[in-house]
Nanobody
């Protein structure tokens, strides 16, 4: 398994969750890592991404100020801290990796690596 996400669950609106993604060393060291989500009946949506060094991040406008992406280079882990969750954040969250940030943000079909989704449900 090259990308494995965990940490989803059920939370009330306003609550917090932290998603984790374990990556293989080869993927971790060479790619942008991030999260893409898909709500029922909707298209996949870019959420956040972080570069190899951890010094550059991107966020979807809908999560800016609430979500924080980070990476642990020693343990090949990527995290998504989600605060002030809203019902519209309900979705399957997929850990993803790609060498190109434009692909990660805008061309989801072309993303190199996907993990299995972890479901986040936010109740109102």
């Amino acid at each position: 398994v090259q990308l494995q996400a965990s940490g989803g669950g059920l939370v009330q609106a306003g609550g917090s969750l932290r998603l984790s993604c374990a990556a293989s060393g080869r993927i971790f060291s060479r790619h942008w890592l991030g999260w893409v989500r898909q709500a029922p009946g909707k298209e996949r949506q870019f959420v956040a991404a972080i570069n190899r060094g951890g010094g550059s991040t991107y966020y979807a406008d809908s999560v800016k100020g609430r979500f924080t992406i980070s990476r642990d280079n020693a343990n090949y882990m990527v995290y998504l801290q989600m605060n002030n969750l809203k019902p519209e954040d309900t979705a399957n969250y997929y850990c993803a990796a790609d060498s190109n940030i434009t692909t990660m943000r805008f061309r989801h079909v072309g993303i190199d690596y996907w993990g299995k989704g972890t479901l986040v449900t936010v109740s109102s």
